[in-house]
């Protein structure tokens, strides 16, 4: 049963413009939220992330929103540029040691 | 700083073949080691983890296993591979988490593409 879900597998948004992508989760426990960003054949890569006890965490050009009641969180890319073309993964975990995996959004950047 | 290494980068094995990969972080000591594979077009899966020397978890029964010999090294091993083993390999590590003053983010090594024939 996948606790991460991310319902857009693709976006592609314009260069200059914002990219928002989507994430929700379903296990209420979930306190900790992280997106990665991921190119071909690479490994991922630590954007941003978020405890529980913030609705809003910035970092550059990447914030992430947090809203635990309707267990969604998402991240906006301001402005979006050719590098970020990429897959975006975004996770959570409960302190278990685990973090749960959406299948990912392949973001696409157009000149 | 902290930096994790993978190898090989590619292997292409044949089924029934053995698999060794091995994964190595410096910079840090007594790490969290995991395990993870992304088959194409898929989400990551967590396949083993490590709070330490000779300890693993295994989350999803097959024909994989994992060693960890040395507090900053991680093995993922198969005696048999199937077909079903290819995809990319991810090894990750992160400090001792939150109740010990640390974080639940993990870092990610470069990745292992895993062809079997």
């Known amino acids: 049963d996948q606790q991460v879900k991310q319902n857009s597998p693709s976006l592609s948004v314009q260069e200059g413009r914002i990219s928002i992508l989507n994430c929700d989760y379903t296990?209420?426990?979930?306190?900790?939220f992280l997106w990665y960003k991921k190119y071909p054949a690479e490994g991922p890569t630590f954007l941003i992330s978020?405890?529980?006890?913030?609705d809003k965490n910035e970092d550059g050009r990447f914030t992430v929103f947090l809203n635990k009641s309707a267990k969604h969180l998402s991240l906006h890319i301001v402005p979006s540029q050719p590098g970020d073309s990429a897959v975006y993964f975004c996770?959570?975990?409960?302190?278990?040691?685990?973090?749960?995996f959406g299948a990912g959004t392949t973001v696409t950047v157009r000149a | 700083s902290q930096t994790i290494h993978q190898w090989p980068a590619t292997l292409v094995q044949p089924v029934g073949s053995p698999l060794s990969l091995e994964c190595t972080v410096e910079?840090?000591?007594?790490?969290?080691l995991y395990w993870y594979r992304q088959a194409a077009g898929r989400g990551l899966q967590l396949l083993f983890y490590?709070?330490?020397?000779?300890?693993i978890s295994s989350e999803v029964p097959q024909n994989l296993s994992a060693s960890r010999p040395q507090d900053r090294q991680f093995i993922l091993s198969s005696k048999k591979l199937l077909l079903s083993d290819s995809g990319f390999y991810l090894c990750?590590?992160?400090?001792?988490?939150?109740?010990?003053?640390?974080?639940?983010?993990?870092?990610f090594g470069p990745g292992t593409r895993l062809t079997v024939l």
């Open positions: 910079g840090t000591s007594n790490p969290n």
């Open positions: 296990n209420s426990m979930f306190d900790y």
């Open positions: 978020i405890s529980s006890i913030k």
């Open positions: 990750a590590w992160s400090s001792r988490g939150r109740l010990a003053g640390g974080t639940d983010t993990q870092y």
């Open positions: 996770a959570a975990t409960d302190n278990d040691y685990k973090l749960s």
């Open positions: 490590s709070v330490g020397i000779g300890q």
